[in-house]
């Protein structure tokens, strides 16, 4: 069965520092997500793309966060610097047509920022 | 402003028993319902969705319940066993394409 992928799976780091997450959504899908969870919580939306192009970038903070998806396929977030409060898991998903459809996860990579 | 709550942020079953874990929204736009099951060092996993134009769906031993007059979302499982033991999130669909998430109900199941 097709899936996510995600890369690092565990990233520990200093404050001030830069880190950058890999995901590659499943073949074919258009839509690609990245979303923040912290620890007790529901994940929450940072950026949505739908191909190459930014649908909803409103949540993602901008002073240090990035987010790419330059051929449509494979996406890249980066955090510079990070802070203490970044500490959380970022999880990658992908859907189809990304119009309220189902979505499909990675199994996330898990940042620590000491 | 938007959000999707839970009633009960902990529920213990025992094995074999109906679990049900209910969910309150907000935005009655909303036009689209799932339900995700994350385990423990994983991503959140599709179990079931329903659209606001039914008020019942059903599949392998899950039903979703959807009460639009009092914006209410539920899960049901039957018959729950020790690996339905997970964190269960609802979340809503708004404006057509973004996915807002609620904060999650862990489910213990007791042998």
């Known amino acids: 069965e097709a899936e996510v992928a995600q890369s690092p799976r565990y990233k520990i780091t200093e404050k001030s520092q830069a880190v950058a997450f890999w995901c590659d959504p499943i073949s074919g899908h258009a839509t690609l997500y990245w979303y923040r969870q912290i620890l007790g919580q529901g994940p929450e939306l940072l950026v949505q793309f739908q191909d190459e192009s930014v649908v909803d970038d409103s949540q993602l903070p901008k002073d240090r966060f990035s987010a790419e998806r330059l051929k449509g396929v494979d996406s890249t977030l980066k955090i510079q610097p990070a802070e203490l409060g970044d500490s959380a898991m970022y999880l990658c998903?992908?859907?189809?047509?990304?119009?309220?459809?189902?979505?499909?996860f990675g199994s996330g990579t898990q940042l620590s920022v000491l | 402003g938007e959000s999707v709550g839970l009633h009960l942020p902990t529920l213990s079953v025992q094995e074999g028993d109906n679990s049900i874990i209910n969910c309150a929204y907000s935005n009655s736009a909303s036009d689209y319902f799932i339900w995700y099951k994350q385990e423990s060092g994983k991503g959140p996993q599709f179990i079931i969705d329903?659209?606001?134009?039914?008020d019942k769906r059903q599949g392998q031993r899950v039903t979703v319940l959807l009460n639009k007059t009092v914006k209410h979302l539920s899960l049901q499982i039957a018959a729950t066993q020790p690996g339905d033991s997970a964190v269960y999130f609802c979340?809503?669909?708004?404006?057509?394409?973004?996915?807002?998430f609620g904060a999650g109900t862990r489910l213990f199941v007791k042998a």
């Open positions: 979340a809503e669909v708004t404006g057509g394409f973004k996915t807002i």
């Open positions: 998903a992908s859907s189809f047509g990304g119009l309220g459809e189902k979505l499909f």
């Open positions: 329903i659209r606001s134009n039914m």
